[in-house]
């Protein structure tokens, strides 16, 4: 008989690529009963998950931390898995509560979430501090109280490993088969980028970074705001850019493929310095050269496997340098582009974090 298991998100995309298209989809591959909760979506059966849909008609956060979460809670007892396995710090509570149950429980931390409330430009600034510490002390009481802890990078397992011994890292690394597609001849896209598009992602500096610059930037994905939106669509460099909106997993891998560099320059955050994003190894994954902020962290990656140019995330004309540089070069960018590739093939690849995912749920079975 198979074990059943079951992740709870309240906050993320039924198909998001950690939790479904990795995690779940993983789990499934071996053996495990799978379901997922999750809020106002769809319930469906897909590559073997079972999808369960909650319906909350709550608005704002606070009522969704409230009563969403019961009904959460409420789904995942009926649903009566031997592991339950959860994604956001407004599940903590369904986390304790899980346990007083009797239930095995993870948590799965894919963010330093009090560094992360150091830049909510929306909480005044005097409070952020305190808030964060708050935060700080009420996760890590839950947290040492789980079966497991998993973080999606080092940074944050070295954290948790002080409260909970048993935590690993589960890198978000692409599956690398996704991404290795064929390479047309033609690359019409000069700098790409994908994901949420924000000022602290750094996306003000993206757009201005233009006018120093012969090359057209591609954007994938949405902005974090409206406000953010309107303010950056007015730059006057707003003109050489494709803004393309939101595409699925193919399209990416495509458009990639048609591009000739990534770029992400995320602006020196708390929460960002020791970040991984996963928009790294994938454009890596599709061999582009990439341009990235110049943290330590981020430094160490592309120099290592040389597969790009870092550049200080605050000034437009160092982003601009790094990006004329690559176009400059087209044989070092295209063997920049191949280092990158290998790298993610051999190191930075899900293959690896499949393996310490399923070995820490058969443990937690024993």
């Known amino acids: 008989m198979k074990n059943k298991i079951c992740h709870i998100t309240t906050v993320h995309y039924a198909k998001d690529t950690r939790i479904f298209q990795k995690e779940c989809v993983s789990l499934a591959k071996h053996g495990f009963d799978t379901h997922i909760i999750v809020a106002n979506q769809k319930s469906e059966i897909d590559q073997g998950i079972q999808i369960h849909n909650i319906i909350s008609a709550t608005s704002g956060r606070l009522q969704r931390m409230r009563k969403t979460t019961q009904i959460a809670f409420e789904k995942a007892m009926e649903i009566d898995a031997e592991i339950y396995h959860f994604h956001d710090p407004e599940l903590l509570p369904v986390g304790l509560k899980l346990k007083k149950q009797g239930k095995k429980v993870i948590y799965d931390t894919h963010e330093d979430v009090p560094r992360q409330i150091l830049s909510k430009y929306y909480i005044p600034s005097i409070v952020r501090p305190i808030i964060a510490k ?124 048609q591009s000739k560099m990534g770029i992400v320059v995320f602006r020196p955050e708390p929460n960002h310095i020791n970040a991984q994003p996963n928009k790294i190894f994938e454009y890596m994954a599709a061999s582009l050269p990439i341009v990235t902020s110049n943290f330590p962290l981020w430094r160490s990656i592309v120099t290592k496997h040389n597969a790009g140019v870092c550049a200080n995330p605050l000034k437009p004309k160092e982003i601009a340098k790094a990006v004329n540089v690559l176009l400059g070069n087209e044989d070092e960018s295209i063997q920049m582009g191949k280092n990158g590739q290998q790298a993610v093939q051999n190191v930075f690849n899900w293959r690896q974090e499949e393996e310490k995912l399923i070995k820490l749920y058969n443990q937690i079975l024993k």
């Open 134 to 257: 708050v935060f700080e002390i009420y996760e890590n009481r839950i947290a040492a109280k789980m079966d497991a802890v998993i973080a999606a990078t080092p940074f944050i397992r070295d954290r948790f490993l002080k409260i909970n011994p048993n935590t690993v890292d589960v890198n978000n690394y692409p599956i690398f088969e996704k991404f290795n597609i064929e390479n047309p001849k033609e690359k019409i896209h000069d700098i790409c980028y994908v994901g949420l598009m924000s000022k602290i992602r750094g996306i003000e500096e993206m757009v201005r970074m233009l006018e120093f610059t012969d090359a057209k930037m591609t954007l994938i994905g949405e902005f974090q705001s409206k406000e953010e939106e309107k303010f950056i669509k007015k730059l006057p460099t707003w003109k050489k850019v494709n803004f393309l909106g939101k595409k699925d997993r193919k399209e990416v891998a495509k458009i990639l493929s």
